[in-house]
C-alpha cells in the first residue's frame, strides 16, 4: 500500500513555541490531505483538509490562526501548531488520498506535549 | 451529516475464539465504510473498505465485514482471534462523491485472552 511519513514523530515543547509537523506522501502523490487529532483513548477527529495549492478548509471549531496548514506540493503538507499551549497536546495523524480514490493513507502520526 | 457508532468500548475474546466488532451508520446519501486498525503509539492501517461494490468485503488478517444497508450496519468479523489481534479497531464512513475527510466512531479495544 502507499506509504506516508510524519515527521516529528514525537515533539515536546515549551508553552508559547510553535511547532511544524510535517506529512510526506513517499510513493504517490497527494491530491488531498488530512489532518486529524486524537487525544487519549479517542477517536479521531477532522481538524482540516487541504489541496494542494490551495488554502485549507478547516473544519468547525478549529481555528485557522492556530493551526497553519500548508500544502505547497504534491507530497508534502505542513501543520504548523502556533503559540502551543498545554492543551494543544495531542496526537496528530496525517493523511493523504489520491485524486478521489475512497481510501486514504495515513501516517504513523506525531505526539506532541506542551508544557 | 454523518456519523457512526461504535457501541462497544471494548471486546475481549479468548484466542481462537471468533471475533465481532459492530458499527452502525447513519447517513442520507450513499457511503463508503472504512475498517482500520491502530496499533499502541502507531498511525491507523486500513483492515477494509466498502465502496459500494460486494457486500460482503474481505480484507487483511483474515478480517472481513458485511454492509448491510438495512441495518446500516458494517460489523467486522473474523473466525478465530490470534493475540497479535489486539489493538485499537476504528470504523469510518465518507460520504461518496465528496473530498470529505473521514468521521471515526469511537474506537474499539480488542483484548485477546490467552
Known amino acids: 500500500g502507499a506509504v506516508v511519513s510524519q515527521h516529528p514523530s514525537r515533539v515536546i515543547c515549551k508553552s508559547g513555541t510553535s511547532v511544524k509537523i510535517e506529512c510526506r506522501s513517499l510513493?504517490?502523490?497527494?491530491?488531498?490531505m488530512f489532518w486529524y487529532r486524537q487525544f487519549p483513548k479517542q477517536s479521531l477527529m477532522l481538524m482540516a483538509t487541504?489541496?494542494?495549492?490551495?488554502?485549507?478548509?478547516?473544519e468547525q471549531g478549529v481555528e485557522k490562526d492556530k493551526f497553519l496548514i500548508n500544502h505547497a506540493s504534491l507530497t508534502l503538507s505542513t501543520l504548523t501548531v502556533t503559540s502551543a499551549h498545554p492543551e494543544d497536546s495531542s496526537f496528530y495523524i496525517c493523511?493523504?488520498?489520491?485524486?478521489?480514490?475512497?481510501?486514504?493513507?495515513f501516517g504513523p502520526g506525531t505526539r506532541l506535549l506542551v508544557l | 451529516a454523518q456519523s457512526v457508532t461504535q457501541l462497544d468500548s471494548q471486546v475481549p475474546v479468548f484466542e481462537e475464539a471468533p471475533v465481532e466488532l459492530r458499527c452502525n451508520y447513519s447517513?442520507?446519501?450513499?457511503?463508503?465504510l472504512f475498517w482500520y486498525v491502530q496499533y499502541p503509539n502507531q498511525g491507523l492501517q486500513l483492515l477494509l473498505k466498502?465502496?459500494?461494490?460486494?457486500?460482503l468485503v474481505k480484507g487483511i488478517n483474515g478480517f472481513e465485514a458485511e454492509f448491510k444497508k438495512s441495518e446500516t450496519s458494517f460489523h467486522l468479523t473474523k473466525p478465530s482471534a490470534h493475540m497479535s489481534d489486539a489493538a485499537e479497531y476504528f470504523c469510518?464512513?465518507?460520504?461518496?462523491?465528496?473530498?470529505?475527510?473521514?468521521?471515526f466512531g469511537k474506537g474499539t479495544h480488542l483484548i485477546i485472552q490467552p
Open positions: 493523511s493523504a488520498r489520491f485524486g478521489q480514490e475512497e481510501t486514504q493513507y
Open positions: 510513493d504517490f502523490q497527494a491530491t488531498t
Open positions: 487541504s489541496n494542494e495549492g490551495s488554502k485549507a478548509t478547516y
Open positions: 447517513s442520507s446519501v450513499s457511503v463508503y
Open positions: 466498502y465502496t459500494s461494490a460486494a457486500t
Open positions: 469510518a464512513v465518507r460520504t461518496g462523491g465528496g473530498a470529505d475527510g473521514l468521521t
